[in-house]
């Protein structure tokens, strides 16, 4: 059927009828929210972060508060970043009992329903902020398994409903699981960062948790922006170790990988809206270049792509939107 029988406007014609014919919606349910949390700071000294206006380090004593603020606007989910005090060559802090993200999370859990997530990585805590042990200038892939195990144990142990590994190390899945299953945590569910790109759109959180690496970039671990086929391969790798959730990052700059992931795969997929796309539309709205609807239409497209969860700095404003 054609025109002048078929019109698509007749379904456009007015907000409540473009409302009903709406395919695509994005709920609480569908947001994640990235906190940093940082071990030196105290109460109160909330510090802003530079490079992502709008976005803050937070003590252990206001991050709880502000997760319970989040939780009241209808928030569902957090993911936890820690600054440690302490750095060393192999990051022990990582799996500290008493760390900064162990007890945050333990506290989060115990003042709130949220689902709590944690960053299970190495980066913020190696001083030379790589994601894995380095010897002679290299990542050693199989060593670091062992701590990055730890972490999540360590996490796990404090409470966390979800690790996300963000390594990109070979092998963590596995490495990860076989660790939490050795010790009762075969509810422990692993959200790994499956295709994690080596991507300029960090910047800004590098700016934000100091996790900048002091020699070399990420591209022996992380992958070429230039791949697809590949992220299809990492991700199927993923779920043969025995990760529940897979996620893609970043997001907007990778909708077709999100899109390939979630119909090859049929599982439940993430897909991180980074800090640096946090930062551009933060500047373009600022700047009085783009208004906040742009916000609305990024996060729809990731949705759209296939995404059952977003990772976003948004979240909160998200919240306040609607
Ligand atoms: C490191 C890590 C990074 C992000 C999360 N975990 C950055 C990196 O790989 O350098 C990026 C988050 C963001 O940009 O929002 N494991
Ligand atoms: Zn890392």
């Known amino acids: 059927m054609e ?20 395919e695509t919606r994005l709920t609480p349910e569908n947001f994640i929210y990235p906190m940093f949390i940082k071990e030196d700071l105290s109460q109160g000294k909330i ?76 980066c913020q805590y190696t001083t030379h902020g790589h994601c894995g042990i380095v010897e002679n200038g290299e990542i050693i892939n199989d060593e670091t398994l062992e701590h990055l195990a730890l972490t999540a144990l360590s996490h796990a142990e404090a409470g966390a409903d979800v690790v996300a590994p963000s390594d990109m190390m070979d092998g963590r899945v596995e490495a990860i699981r076989e660790m939490l299953d050795l ?6 569910i692993i959200m790994s960062y499956a295709a994690k790109y080596a991507s300029a759109f960090y910047a800004p959180f590098r700016e934000a948790v100091c996790s900048a690496p002091s020699f070399g970039d990420r591209k022996t671990y992380q992958m070429d922006p230039a791949n697809a086929v590949e992220a299809l391969r990492e991700a199927e790798l993923d779920l043969t170790e025995g990760a529940d959730i897979l996620m893609v990052k970043p997001a907007l700059a990778y909708l077709d990988i999100i899109k390939m992931i979630k119909e090859e795969l049929k599982v439940p997929t993430a897909a991180y809206n980074v800090s640096g796309e946090y930062s551009m539309l933060k500047a ?29 700095h948004f979240a909160p404003e998200f919240l306040e939107m609607f």
């Open 47 to 122: 510090e802003p972060i530079l490079t992502m206006p709008g976005q803050n380090r937070y003590s252990l004593e206001d991050a709880v508060d502000e997760a319970k603020r989040l939780e009241e606007n209808g928030l569902k989910s957090i993911l936890l970043f820690g600054m440690p005090v302490k750095k060393d060559d192999v990051g022990s802090s990582a799996y500290n009992a008493d760390g900064i993200v162990q007890q945050a999370v333990e506290q989060i859990k115990d003042e709130t329903n949220l689902v709590v997530m944690t960053d299970v990585c190495l």
């Open 3 to 22: 025109f002048p029988i078929t019109r698509m406007r007749r379904m456009r014609k007015n907000p409540q009828i473009r409302n009903i014919l709406r």
């Open 284 to 312: 373009g709205i600022d700047a009085g270049y783009l208004t906040e609807d742009a916000i609305y239409e990024s996060l729809l497209s990731i949705r759209r792509a296939g995404a059952d969860l977003i990772i976003s």
């Open 183 to 188: 010790n009762g945590f075969d509810d422990t």
